[in-house]
């Protein structure tokens, strides 16, 4: 059999045509097998039928089989020179010729050094293009939090608002300068009570020594 992978021809038959042509030869050597055995059959029965004859069935097998050995050297080599005549004549695309679908390939035609040229380049978008979903994907995530922060920012400005809303009920005032005032009070509240924390233990510190 042909060790050529004759790619091309596979590409426009759909099969290679060395897997063709052993059919073709599992397919006579199958008929020959058979034909054979009738042969057998045939010379059994006349043979069965002459009175006297001592030629047995394992010895006509015997001769049977020598025959089929003889018959199927002589058929493997008229075989080889039909499969070589097919492969070359009948299963073999020219090398002038091109294929419809590859016929693009005749219009742009790249050397190996521009193909990867453009092997690289797309490299490059394939990276920039997965660079640019982890970027968005990354924008996505931050839109979400910002939307919970939003969402919190909503919450602190209507308690904010009802809180105002309670100072005017009980004619606080304007809620900014009251919660001023009170941030002002707590702070001097703070002072004195660091004062008092700070004399405290002066005096413990006065009694320990009495």
Do not use: W
């Amino acid at each position: 059999m042909s060790v050529d992978p004759m790619t091309y021809e596979t590409q426009f038959f759909g099969f290679t045509p060395q897997t063709c042509m052993l059919r073709v030869y599992i397919a006579f050597q199958d008929y020959l097998f058979e034909m054979m055995l009738v042969v057998e059959g045939v010379m059994l029965k006349k043979l069965d039928g002459i009175p006297g004859c001592k030629v047995s069935p394992s010895q006509i097998r015997k001769c049977t089989e020598k025959f089929l050995l003889f018959m199927k050297e002589h058929f493997d080599k008229l075989f080889a020179k039909m499969e070589e005549m097919l492969l070359q004549l009948v299963l073999n695309i020219p090398k002038n010729v091109l294929l419809p679908e590859d016929r693009v390939q005749e219009q742009y035609r790249y050397s190996k050094e521009e193909f990867q040229a453009l092997q690289d380049e797309l490299q490059q978008l394939q990276q920039q293009c997965r660079a640019e979903a982890a970027a968005e994907q990354a924008l996505r995530a931050e839109l979400e939090e910002q939307k919970v922060v939003k969402a919190e920012l909503e919450k602190i400005l209507q308690c904010f608002d009802g809180l105002e809303s309670i100072c005017r009920e009980h004619g606080a005032g304007n809620f900014k300068e009251s919660f001023a005032l009170l941030t002002q009070n707590s702070k001097k509240l703070q002072d004195v009570l660091k004062d008092v924390e700070e004399k405290s233990k002066k005096m413990k510190q006065h009694d320990q020594f009495m």
